[in-house]
C-alpha cells in the first residue's frame, strides 16, 4: 500500500478524510464517525484547548479511558502543535500526583471516574502542580467545566498556516511508561516517527483500508497509541475501541463490527478462549492482529481464536512501540518462535555481556537498538536515565536478552535481569515458561529464579486450566521436552498471575512469593 505523505498527525487525519472520505475511522460504542467526521471533532476540541490558553508545543493531560474523545483531544491538540500526555486510567492519586507534577501538563481533561478510582475526588484534593491551569472534566461534574459542553459551543478551529502547526520533527506524545518495577519513565515520540513506524507495522500485518481493528489494550499504552492507532489509521481502516477489555464484550463487538483484526495480549487472548459464550464462529471474521508472548501464546490466537495471520512482535516504548514485527503471511511455527525481521529504518544488534563486543548470528547477549524511531531521550526527571540508557556510539540499551538467526530475524529470549543462573548456565524464564505451557493442562505459567545456598533454583507458578497437574507430571513433561537444566525445582499452582495494569508479568512479585516459600530449598 502506497504510504501516506503526511508527516504531522492532524495532517494524516485530513489526507484520510480526502483520501476517503465516507471511510470510518472509529467505532466507540453507539458512535460511528468517518474520518471527516474526527477531524471536524478534533477542529473543535482544538478550539476547546485554545480556550483555556493551550499553546504550541505545551502538555495536555489525557485521563481518558479507549474512547471517541481521546482520539478527538489528542487529534485537536495535533492540530494546533500541542503535545497530548495521556495517563494511565489505573492512576492511584499517588501516581496521578506525581504524573501531573512531572509532566509539566497546562491543561488536564478528566473522567470524573474509572473503575474504583473517584478521579474527581482526587482532582480536587491533591495541590496543583503551578503549571496545571485549569482541569475539565467529561461529563458534568461539580467543581469542574464540562468539556463536552464547551465542545458543542466551539466553533471549529481554522487550519494553520504552515510553520504555526506541529512540524515533523516536533514532539507528538509523551508516553509513561508502565512503572513496575520504579516511577514510570516519561518518553517523549516525533509525529514523523510514529507515523512512518506506524505504516510499516500496518504493513506487517497486512492492513487495508477494508480492516475493522479492535484495540481493547489502552491508548494510553504504546501499544495501542502508538501501535495500534498509527498502524490502523496510516492504511485507512477502522479503529473499534473497547473502553476497557472484558472477554464477553470483546467477543460481542468482534461478532457485531465483523472485526478482522485484534491487538491481544496473551491473559487477553486466553480470557476469550475460555469465556463460556465463546464459539469459533463468533471470531470467524478476525484474519490477523498482533500479540506478544511465548511460542504458545501465539498459536493460542491463531489455531483456538483462529487469527491465522496473527503477527509476533518485539519492541518498547524507546524504540517507538516496534522495532521487529513478523511477516503476516509467515508459515505459523516461523511466526511463533521469532518476532520477526527488524523494521525498515531499524538498526539492532546483539552485543556480549561482558565483552561488549557485536556477537555472530544465533548468539544470545544484550539486545541494542538504533536508527530514527528510537525516542530522543527520556524527558522531565527521567532524564537522569539518558546517560546509562544509551551506549558511548548512540544505542539504546533494551535490557533484553535476545538473538539474531541465520535469516535476520529476531528472538527474543527474557530480561537480562530475569535471567536464572544455573549450575553456571543462563537460563530464560520465558523459555521454562514455553514448555510449560505445551502442557495440556497448564493455561499460563510464571517462572523466576531463587538465590538459595546451593545456588539458584527455578520456581514455577502455574495457572492449570481445570484440574491441577501434579509436580511429577510437570517434571516427566518438562524432561521429556526441554534439557535437564530448565525442569523447576519447585512447582506452585495459581489461580492468576500477578500483572500489571497493561498485562506484563510481574516477576518482582513472583520472586517475592517464591523467596517465602518454605520447599524451595529442598
Known amino acids: 500500500m502506497r504510504p501516506p505523505y503526511s508527516r504531522t498527525w492532524f495532517e494524516l487525519l485530513t489526507e484520510q478524510a480526502e483520501r476517503c472520505p465516507d471511510g470510518v475511522a472509529v467505532i466507540s460504542g453507539d458512535l460511528s464517525l468517518s474520518y471527516a467526521d474526527l477531524a471536524q471533532r ?214 457485531k463490527h465483523r472485526c478482522t483484526s485484534l491487538y491481544t495480549l496473551p491473559g487477553m487472548t486466553d480470557a476469550i478462549a475460555r469465556h463460556p459464550d465463546f464459539r469459533r464462529e463468533r471470531t470467524a471474521s478476525l484474519t490477523k492482529g498482533m500479540t506478544i508472548g511465548s511460542p504458545q501464546d501465539v498459536m493460542k490466537a491463531a489455531t483456538v481464536l483462529g487469527i491465522a495471520n496473527i503477527c509476533n512482535i518485539y519492541g518498547s516504548s524507546e524504540v517507538g512501540g516496534n522495532c521487529c514485527v513478523t511477516q503476516h503471511d509467515w508459515p505459523l511455527e516461523r511466526r511463533a518462535n521469532c518476532q520477526g525481521m527488524k523494521l525498515p529504518g531499524v538498526r539492532l544488534r546483539i552485543t556480549g555481556e561482558l565483552s561488549g563486543a557485536v556477537l555472530e548470528a544465533n548468539q544470545a547477549g544484550l539486545v541494542e537498538v538504533a536508527g530514527p524511531y528510537v525516542m530522543r531521550g527520556y524527558v522531565a526527571s527521567s532524564a537522569q536515565h539518558n546517560a546509562a540508557s544509551f551506549t558511548a556510539d548512540g544505542w539504546f540499551r533494551t535490557g533484553d536478552i535476545g538473538l539474531l538467526d541465520d535469516s535476520g530475524a529476531f528472538v527474543f529470549q527474557g530480561r537480562s535481569n530475569e535471567m536464572i543462573k544455573r549450575a553456571g548456565i543462563n537460563v530464560s524464564p520465558a523459555e521454562v515458561e514455553d514448555v510449560l505451557m505445551q502442557h495440556p493442562a497448564v493455561a499460563q505459567a510464571g517462572v523466576v529464579g531463587v538465590a538459595t545456598e546451593g545456588g539458584e533454583r527455578i520456581v514455577a507458578f502455574i495457572v492449570p486450566k481445570g484440574v491441577a497437574p501434579t509436580s511429577g507430571e510437570l517434571v516427566a513433561h518438562c524432561r521429556a521436552v526441554a534439557s535437564s537444566y530448565k525442569v523447576p525445582d519447585h512447582f506452585e499452582i495459581l489461580r492468576a498471575l500477578p500483572t500489571t495494569s497493561t498485562g506484563k508479568l510481574m516477576r518482582r512479585d513472583l520472586k517475592s512469593m517464591a523467596a517465602l516459600l518454605p520447599s524451595v530449598e529442598g
Open 42 to 255: 478534533a477542529r473543535q476540541a482544538a478550539s476547546v484547548l485554545r480556550s483555556q490558553g493551550v499553546q504550541r508545543g505545551e502538555r495536555v493531560g489525557l485521563l481518558i479511558n479507549n474512547r471517541i474523545e481521546w482520539l478527538e483531544i489528542a487529534f485537536g491538540a495535533w492540530l494546533i502543535g500541542a503535545v497530548p500526555t495521556p495517563f494511565s486510567t489505573w492512576s492511584t492519586r499517588a501516581e496521578l500526583e506525581y504524573l501531573a507534577a512531572d509532566s509539566d501538563i497546562t491543561l488536564l481533561i478528566s473522567l470524573p471516574s474509572f473503575g474504583r478510582e473517584d478521579y474527581a475526588a482526587m482532582l480536587r484534593d491533591m495541590p496543583r502542580p503551578p503549571r496545571l491551569r485549569a482541569v475539565l472534566t467529561l461529563d458534568a461534574t461539580p467543581g469542574f467545566t464540562d468539556y463536552a459542553t464547551l465542545r458543542d459551543q466551539a466553533e471549529p478551529h481554522a487550519d494553520l498556516a504552515p510553520g504555526e502547526g506541529a512540524s515533523a520533527a516536533d514532539d507528538a506524545v509523551i508516553l509513561y511508561t508502565s512503572g513496575s518495577t520504579s516511577r514510570p519513565k516519561a518518553i517523549a515520540l516525533a509525529h514523523y516517527l510514529v507515523i512512518e513506524n506506524g505504516f510499516n507495522i500496518g504493513e506487517r500485518q497486512g492492513l487495508t483500508p477494508s480492516d475493522r481493528v479492535l484495540l481493547s489494550p489502552p491508548l494510553f499504552w504504546t501499544y495501542g497509541g502508538v501501535n495500534a492507532l498509527p498502524a490502523t489509521f496510516t492504511h485507512g481502516a477502522t479503529l473499534v475501541l473497547q473502553g476497557r477489555f472484558d472477554a464477553g464484550e470483546a467477543l460481542d463487538l468482534i461478532e
